[in-house]
């Protein structure tokens, strides 16, 4: 399957802070995905990211909280800006196509995001 | 958008038993039926997948069957075994790449 890191695997941020995540596959995918799981509970997509184009965020998310990059084919980051409390959640990238293998997502290890 | 249910919440088996474990969908278009496994604190990992096309797939102890009429689809775990506890989570997925997670089933097996 995918290797797949992200960085960094866990902050504590403060109020109004933001935090940008990053995300790297170790082969060219075509889509990447962002979710977050919040503690007990299930993943929600955030958003896709394409390279090349502007990311398409889910209903409930938008692009300023939620900035997204995708330089190139094996990497992209997340930045959730103005950080609140409520933000407190592990972020999780995972990616599509790996392999040839259409449909299926592979996720990194996530990044477990703290705020004071 | 998709709505997905999943049943049980909780599952307590003892070592040995099955356990089984229903994922209901409501997008007819949905086309990819994956299950993930996440054990506390790690990433969800793929255990095993089914398309439209088929009805059932099996991977040693591991099975899913998928019932594209009634828009359902399980997961069978034999012979359980305590490496096994963990949640469990459908995620059909449709054309547009994206898949759509149930809530998510705790299956503590026991030795």
């Known amino acids: 399957s995918a290797v797949i890191s992200q960085k960094p695997s866990r902050d504590i941020c403060q109020r109004g802070t933001s935090l940008t995540i990053q995300c790297q596959v170790d082969s060219q995918v075509t889509m990447m995905f962002w979710y977050r799981q919040q503690p007990g509970q299930s993943l929600t997509l955030i958003a896709t990211?394409?390279?090349?184009?502007?990311?398409?965020?889910e209903s409930g998310f938008v692009i300023d909280k939620f900035p997204i990059s995708r330089p190139n084919l094996t990497f992209s980051t997340l930045t959730v800006s103005n950080l609140s409390p409520e933000d407190s959640s592990i972020y999780l990238c995972s990616v599509e196509n790996y392999g040839g293998r259409k449909d299926t997502q592979y996720f990194g290890p996530g990044t477990r995001l703290t705020v004071l | 958008g998709e709505n997905v249910e999943q049943h049980p919440s909780t599952l307590s088996v003892q070592e040995g038993d099955s356990a089984v474990i229903k994922c209901t969908y409501s997008d007819s278009a949905s086309n990819y039926f994956p299950w993930y496994k996440q054990e506390l604190g790690k990433r969800p990992q793929l255990i095993i997948d089914i398309r439209s096309n088929v009805g059932e797939k099996k991977d040693q102890r591991i099975a899913v069957t998928l019932n594209k009429t009634a828009k359902h689809f399980s997961l069978h775990i034999t012979e359980t075994q305590p490496e096994d506890s963990a949640v469990y989570f459908c995620?059909?997925?449709?054309?547009?790449?994206?898949?759509?997670f149930g809530k998510g089933t705790l299956l503590t097996v026991n030795p």
């Open positions: 995620a059909p997925g449709g054309s547009n790449y994206k898949l759509t």
């Open positions: 990211a394409n390279q090349g184009s502007e990311a398409t965020y």
